[in-house]
C-alpha cells in the first residue's frame, strides 16, 4: 500500500511536468465514470430508438474511460496504463453479466464486450497519441534556435 500511495503522491508533479492541468484531467475522468452508471440502468420500455446506438455508445464510454484514466493516472509513465486497460477489460465483462443476470429489460451481449475492446483499444491510442504530441511540443519548446546561416557571396 506504501507503494499506492507514493504513487499517487507523485501524481500531480507528473502532470504538471508532462503539461496539463490536474482538476481537468480529474474532471474528465469523473465525466467518463459518471457516464458508465448508464451502463446499470434499466432501460426505458422503448430501448433505444437507433439501431447500433447502443455499440457506439460502449465504445466511446470505453474510449473516453481509458483515455481519462490513462491522463490522469498516467501522465508520464507506461506502467499504468496496462491496469487501466486490465481493469476496463474486466469492467467490460461484468457490465454484460450484470445487464444479463441482475438489470430487468436488460440482457449481456457478447458483441457489447467485443465493442468495449474496441473502445478500450481507441482510448489507449488516444492516450498515447496525446502523450506523443505533448513530448513532441515539448521537445520544440526546449530547443535552442539555431544560429542564422551566414550567406557568402561570390
Same mark, same amino acid.
Given at each position: 500500500?506504501? =507503494? *499506492? ?12 511536468? @508532462?503539461?496539463?492541468?490536474? !482538476? ?7 465525466? =467518463? ?8 440502468? !434499466?432501460?426505458? !420500455?422503448?430501448?433505444? @430508438? ?6 457506439? +455508445? ?9 483515455? =481519462?484514466?490513462?491522463?490522469?493516472? @498516467? !501522465? ?10 486490465? *481493469? ?5 465483462? +461484468?457490465?454484460?453479466? +450484470? ?13 457489447? +464486450?467485443?465493442?468495449?475492446? *474496441? ?17 513532441? @511540443? ?17
Amino acid at each position: 500500500m506504501d =507503494a *499506492v500511495a507514493e504513487y499517487l503522491r507523485r501524481v500531480p508533479a507528473e502532470i504538471t511536468r @508532462a503539461g496539463g492541468s490536474l !482538476p481537468w484531467r480529474a474532471g474528465l475522468l469523473g465525466l =467518463a465514470l459518471l457516464v458508465n452508471i448508464g451502463f446499470y440502468l !434499466p432501460l426505458s !420500455p422503448g430501448g433505444l @430508438a437507433l439501431p447500433g446506438l447502443d455499440k457506439a +455508445v460502449h465504445l466511446l464510454v470505453f474510449a473516453l474511460t481509458v483515455f =481519462a484514466a490513462g491522463r490522469l493516472l @498516467a !501522465p508520464r509513465r507506461r506502467f499504468p496504463i496496462g491496469w487501466i486497460v486490465l *481493469v476496463a477489460l474486466v469492467h467490460a465483462v +461484468v457490465i454484460e453479466l +450484470v445487464q444479463l443476470l441482475a438489470i430487468p429489460g436488460r440482457s449481456g451481449d457478447a458483441l457489447d +464486450v467485443l465493442f468495449d475492446v *474496441v473502445g478500450i483499444a481507441l482510448g489507449l491510442v488516444a492516450w498515447a497519441g496525446e502523450r506523443v504530441l505533448r513530448r513532441a @511540443a515539448t521537445e520544440r519548446e526546449v530547443e535552442p534556435a539555431a544560429p542564422p546561416l551566414e550567406q557568402t557571396h561570390r
